[in-house]
């Protein structure tokens, strides 16, 4: 399909697919891939790379069984582009609860709608490069198109909108087709990319239980929601696990350790002995 070049056919109906655009987020995907290796999970794991990723860095993810499809940015508008912009966007709409790092690049992150271009599969969950499964959620698979947990970290004010970091699709050209057509608006500007156009395409989106995104800031904000025995997929959202310094390292410690160990990849983190926060 156009904008799409496949390594490999498909090899089930269903897949777990994440977006690669540089080498941090190729690390990221690593550690995500062994977390969804070791649940069991029999769907494909497939993983969009851009032009700006090199071929060494999507070794490891082709040694843990990844599906590698090229994707090309969406034919936005130079107008577009440039309101996206990390430059403008971040000047636009500042990240205040913390910090995005340098490798953080705004307008890439549209290029996970291509996954509604991916028809050789019938349900997709997508998965952002900055998480970890730590328990097997192929039952998503059956969940309508489309639901996402919503983007708690800091307070129960925040359960109106909604995460991108995990959600539920079915692709179709269609969709697709129809999503570039609302995207690329005069004037338009998504404040969160990605995230902020999704809730304004699917309006009536469903909500998952925030066990299947939990937000790293909920360990230190919200303790009383944090429970290991129900946590589902671990989100990494501002800072990342891999930072070296690391902006909260004393705050989020447990949960950098427990990334290495998925990146590590020799032995599967027993879970029932983490202690909540």
């Given amino acids: 399909m156009d904008g799409l070049i496949a390594s490999s056919p498909a090899r089930a109906q269903t897949a777990f697919v994440t977006l690669v655009t540089n080498a941090d987020?190729?690390?990221?995907?690593?550690?995500?891939?062994?977390?969804?290796?070791?649940?069991?999970?029999?769907?494909?794991?497939?993983?969009?790379?851009?032009?700006?990723?090199a071929s060494s860095d999507l070794e490891p993810l082709e040694r843990l069984g990844a599906r590698l499809i090229e994707v090309a940015l969406l034919p936005t508008s130079d107008a577009f582009n440039e309101r996206h912009a990390r430059r403008n966007l971040h000047g636009a709409a500042p990240f205040t609860k913390g910090e995005k790092p340098s490798f953080h690049t705004p307008l890439d992150n549209f290029?996970?709608?291509?996954?509604?271009?991916?028809?050789?599969?019938?349900?997709?969950?997508?998965?952002?490069?900055?998480?970890?499964v730590l328990r097997n959620i192929d039952t998503l698979f059956d969940y309508p198109q489309f639901c996402a947990a919503p983007n708690v970290y800091e307070s129960l004010a925040d359960?109106?909108?909604?995460?991108?970091?995990?959600?539920?699709a079915r692709p179709s050209v269609a969709t697709f087709d129809s999503?570039?057509?609302?995207?690329?608006?005069?004037?338009?500007?998504?404040?969160?990319?990605?995230?902020?156009?999704?809730?304004?395409?699917?309006?009536?989106?469903?909500?998952l239980p925030v066990t299947y995104n939990m937000l790293q800031y909920v360990w230190f904000n919200m303790p009383q929601l944090w429970r290991w025995s129900s946590v589902k997929v671990l989100h990494y959202q501002y800072e990342k696990p891999w930072q070296d310094p690391h902006p909260k390292a004393d705050q989020l410690a447990p949960l950098i350790t427990l990334w290495r160990r998925y990146l590590d990849g020799k032995v599967v983190p027993d879970l029932d002995v983490l202690e909540n926060p």
Avoid: C, I
């Fill in 179 to 207: 999503m570039l057509t609302e995207l690329d608006q005069p004037e338009v500007f998504w404040r969160r990319t990605d995230q902020t156009f999704l809730e304004h395409y699917f309006p009536d989106w469903h909500g």
């Fill in 25 to 53: 987020y190729a690390m990221g995907a690593t550690a995500l891939l062994q977390s969804l290796v070791w649940t069991g999970t029999e769907a494909d794991l497939v993983v969009m790379y851009t032009g700006g990723v």
């Fill in 159 to 168: 359960f109106h909108r909604m995460n991108s970091g995990v959600f539920t």
């Fill in 111 to 132: 290029a996970k709608l291509r996954l509604w271009q991916m028809t050789d599969y019938t349900s997709v969950v997508f998965l952002d490069a900055d998480t970890l």
